[in-house]
């Protein structure tokens, strides 16, 4: 199932909104049967308890992330991963696995706590 993640303009401590879109093998819209997401750094580490987030099934979904979600730290390298895992139906069979991540940069500023 291909998916299109936008890719986001981040900024530490901030809001930002990421929008998932759904797919089948023929390129028409399709509702996931289920959907779930995870927040993690580049090395794997899940920020701010974001693991299998549960999401309304849709063939557009909308996921915010705001403050300790977009945190950098000491040692960070400010790249983060969300990755949108769950299953859908299509021609193909039933509850087929469908998965995709964005790894997106988070803009550290230099005086925010």
């Given amino acids: 199932m291909p998916t299109s993640i936008s890719s ?21 819209d399709v509702t ?7 927040l993690s750094t580049d090395d794997g580490t ?6 299998s987030v549960v999401i309304t099934p849709d063939s557009t979904v909308t996921i915010v992330l705001s403050g300790d979600d977009l945190e950098v730290f000491a040692d960070d390298s400010g790249i983060r991963v969300l990755t949108v895992e769950g299953t859908y139906d299509s021609s193909l069979g039933s509850d087929l ?6 790894h997106f940069a988070v803009d550290d500023l230099v005086n925010v706590d």
Avoid: C, H, Q, Y
Avoid at 8 to 28: I, L, Q, W, Y
């Fill in 8 to 28: 986001p303009r981040a900024v530490e401590k901030s809001t930002v909104a990421v929008t998932a879109a759904f797919t089948d093998e023929a390129g028409a």
């Fill in 32 to 38: 996931p049967n289920a959907l779930t997401w995870t």
């Fill in 46 to 51: 899940v920020i701010n308890e974001r693991d």
């Fill in 97 to 102: 696995p469908l998965k995709d991540e964005l």
